[in-house]
Structure formats: C-alpha cells, structure tokens
C-alpha cells in the first residue's frame, strides 16, 4: 500500500503563488505516473498536470505557462508550483500515484484563491 501525504495548501490572493508537496511512502516514482487533481465545490475531480516516470509532463489548459509539476525520485516528492494564481483555482488538490492496474490518492490540501 502507497501512501500519499499533500502539503503546501493555504490562503492566496489573486496573483500569488503556492508550491504543493506530496510525500509518497515508499519508492514508488520511477515506475508511476506522478499527477495532480484538483476539485472545486460542486465539480468533478479534474486533472491539473502528471509527470510520467520518465520525466514527460502534461497540463490542463487552464494551467498551462502558470504551473509546474516536477518530481525527485530521490526523495520520492512531488511538487506542483502555481503562479498567477487565480479564484478559478480554488479547490481541494489531490497528489495521484498511478500504474496499471494501481491508483493511490493523497488526503487532499485545499487551495483558496482570494483577496
């Protein structure tokens, strides 16, 4: 069993940055896709950005050029760095862990973006 432990969230205004972390339990990273979602009131669970064992990355749209997700396998972290932050960006975030045919999830950080 995998665990996942997310930190970083708090209160942001409009503009600012935040820099999540997730803690995985064991080594897990050079062979799981590393990702984070995110889940605003009343949507669904969406995906922000992954970052594959071998180092690809992919991004929602909504959060291309402001976000970034990167990885040290060494320390079996993971980070997503959100600049430009928006009130469109508010939602609980989750760190993902997943290969065929396994998914953990962290316990989720909330984000609120606002003045």
């Known amino acids: 069993q995998v665990q996942l432990v997310e930190s970083g969230g708090g209160l942001v205004q409009p503009g600012g940055s935040l820099r999540l972390s997730c803690a995985a339990s064991r080594t897990i990273f050079s062979a799981y896709t590393m990702g984070w979602y995110r889940q605003a009131p009343g949507k669904e669970r969406e995906l922000v950005a992954t970052n594959t064992g071998g180092g690809s990355t992919a991004y929602a749209d909504s959060v291309k050029g402001r976000f970034t997700i990167s990885r040290d396998n060494a320390k079996n972290m993971v980070y997503l760095q959100m600049n430009s932050l928006k009130p469109e960006d508010t939602a609980v975030y989750y760190c993902?862990?997943?290969?065929?045919?396994?998914?953990?999830w962290g316990q989720g950080t909330q984000v609120t973006v606002s003045s």
């Open positions: 993902n862990a997943a290969r065929w045919p396994f998914n953990y």
